[in-house]
């Protein structure tokens, strides 16, 4: 009998210096997955920043190219318009210039007047309706980027508030482990002053904890992979 109870406290120490460390070993393990979640966390704020930075590049180089494009058709029409009115002038000097020709189409003369002073005011009017058109391009763009960043915001919010909901469940479900854990470790050295009987039926019943928090720790792992394979 004596030798049975000697057996039972030697197998005793050993469970429950074993578990000891399985406790340590899970507590380090919780520890480094909270890291690595942060660090998960962190990356994906950075990935979404950078996103957002290259969306208003592409937009500020497509509005670099269409004022580029914009500004040359402008300068053709000036030149044109420019030509024209030298040819108009230039008649209009020849008429001052010839006392038959301006005699003879003094009419004709009055006519060119007015069709120049018409081109003038065109061109005015085209000048002030280039630069509405400019003003409304602009307006109109700044009102599609702030769209366009609103919509990135709304959509990078809910991404994180999901995943920041799913990292507090996983973090609060690892805490509720480690405090059972704990209740365990004192389980454990109430244990060591009762009967040896009851001793080993204590030691039984950590053994199956045990068993299941490696299955619950394997579960951890799998669930921790699916999430980081999810928001990647």
């Known amino acids: 009998m004596d030798k ?4 039972l406290n030697s197998t005793h120490s050993f469970n429950k210096n074993f578990l000891y460390k399985g406790l340590e070993a899970y507590e380090e393990d919780i520890e480094e997955r909270r890291d690595r979640l942060r660090e998960l966390l962190l990356r994906e704020e950075a990935e979404q920043t950078r996103e957002l930075v290259d969306l208003f590049r592409l937009k500020e180089k497509q509005r670099i190219a269409e004022l580029a494009e914009k500004a040359a058709a402008e300068e053709r029409e000036r030149e044109q318009a420019r030509q024209t009115l030298l040819k108009e002038k230039k008649l209009q000097r020849y008429v001052e210039s010839s006392q038959e020709v301006r005699k003879g189409r003094s009419q004709a003369w009055l006519e060119d007047a007015k069709r120049i002073n018409l081109v003038q005011i065109d061109e005015a009017a085209k000048i002030r309706r280039l630069k509405r058109n400019e003003d409304q391009y602009w307006h109109t763009l700044e009102e599609s980027l702030r769209t366009v960043a609103l919509e990135q915001d709304a959509k990078n919010a809910a991404k994180k508030q999901e995943y920041t909901r799913q990292v507090t469940e996983e973090l609060k479900r690892q805490m509720e482990q480690a405090r059972k854990m704990k209740s365990l ?10 009967p040896p009987k009851r001793r080993c039926s204590n030691v039984t019943k950590l053994a ?8 619950t720790k394997r579960l951890d792992v799998e669930r921790c992979w699916l999430t980081c394979k999810i928001y990647r």
């Open 4 to 7: 049975m109870l000697s057996i």
């Open 208 to 215: 199956s904890v045990k068993s299941n928090q490696a299955s």
């Open 185 to 194: 470790k004192s389980g454990l050295r109430a244990s060591e002053e009762t």
